[in-house]
């Protein structure tokens, strides 16, 4: 049976490993990028080059797209040059980055109305797990579909999970978020109230963190706080940009959502002060300005 002929466009961060990952599982792939340099890469290990979203589409049968934003994506798949003016009948639109959940609803009706298909799938894991093939998947769309697409997202991910229909891939991405951004706050708040009353905060975090507040943000984020190394693993640019579309979600479905809304307010400080490209533990920073700690 011959390979699935698969399209990639936008070779990022993310992007250029999971293309490295698609052509070492044996696909066929024809890339994109709007600087056509960062494909440089890709062709050297095999990829077809193409100029634009529309040649990508019609040499492939399942297209991805890892770009940055919602209009980017809206910018890539429906704009003059985009996918749609080219998508094969019976095509598979993946798209794998962070957007929000009503703009891909809206996306995946013009795709189907050029009769194709549309999965949003979302990715967590980092740089790290894009290069190491260790993603974890959240797709929203039907089920035979998703199914269709499995190959495709062994060879980049460890966790594949179909959460619902369309657009409920990106809520879950952004539920990821919530859940990161908030816990990153409450991890700034317990190292700041350590110091502040004399413990020695890597002593307090040993202590603590198997227990019931035991996490991923106190374990690997913690620490870098305490040693001031505020170097990036995940940008506070990058997830403002999560937060923003996870707090326009809340808006939409008029739901509260609190302690979002001061953990994107504290990273507007920190993004004012001009650390925006710093990691997003550099948050801690907001509350010593507050608190007058430095
Ligand atoms: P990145 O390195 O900035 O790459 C963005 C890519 O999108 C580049 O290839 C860029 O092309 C392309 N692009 C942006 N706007 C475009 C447009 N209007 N038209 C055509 N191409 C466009 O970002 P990344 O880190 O790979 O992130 C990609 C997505 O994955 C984002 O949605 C991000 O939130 C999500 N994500 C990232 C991480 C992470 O740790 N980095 C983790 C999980 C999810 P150029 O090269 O020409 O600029």
């Known amino acids: 049976m011959q390979a699935t ?74 704009g003059s040059e985009g996918v749609l003016q080219g998508l094969r009948p019976g095509a598979v639109v993946i798209d794998m980055s962070t957007i929000s959940p009503s703009v891909t609803r809206r996306l995946a009706l013009e795709i189907e109305k050029q009769g194709g298909d549309m999965l949003d ?32 997202f062994r060879a980049l991910g460890k966790s594949m999970t179909l959460v619902g229909g369309h657009g409920m891939g990106q809520t879950v991405k952004l539920c990821n978020q919530i859940l990161v951004s908030v816990n990153n706050l409450a991890v700034c708040e317990a190292v700041q109230f350590a110091r502040r009353a004399g413990v020695d905060a890597n002593i307090m975090i040993e202590a603590v963190k198997n227990g019931a507040a035991g996490s991923w943000q106190l374990n690997n984020l913690g620490p870098r706080m305490v040693a001031s190394d505020f170097a990036p693993g995940f940008m506070i640019d990058l997830q403002q940009k999560d937060l923003a579309l996870a707090l326009e979600a809340a808006r939409e479905m008029k739901l509260p959502s609190p302690a979002l809304a001061l953990v994107a307010q504290l990273f507007n400080g920190c993004q004012a002060h001009g650390e925006g490209r710093e990691g997003t533990q550099a948050l801690i920073k907001s509350l010593q300005r507050l608190g007058n700690m430095h």
């Open 5 to 78: 002929q698969l399209g990639f466009i936008g070779l990022g961060i993310m992007g250029q490993p999971m293309v490295m990952n698609l052509l070492k599982a044996g696909f066929p792939v024809t890339v994109y990028n709007r600087t056509t340099s960062k494909t440089e890469a890709a062709v050297a290990a095999g990829a077809a080059r193409a100029y634009s979203p529309r040649e990508v589409a019609e040499k492939s049968e399942i297209i991805i797209t890892m770009v940055t934003d919602s209009p980017d994506v809206v910018d890539v798949i429906a």
């Open 121 to 152: 799938a979302p990715v967590s894991g980092g740089d790290t797990g894009a290069k190491a093939g260790t993603l974890a998947i959240m797709a929203g769309g039907k089920a035979e579909v998703f199914e269709r697409c499995l190959p495709v």
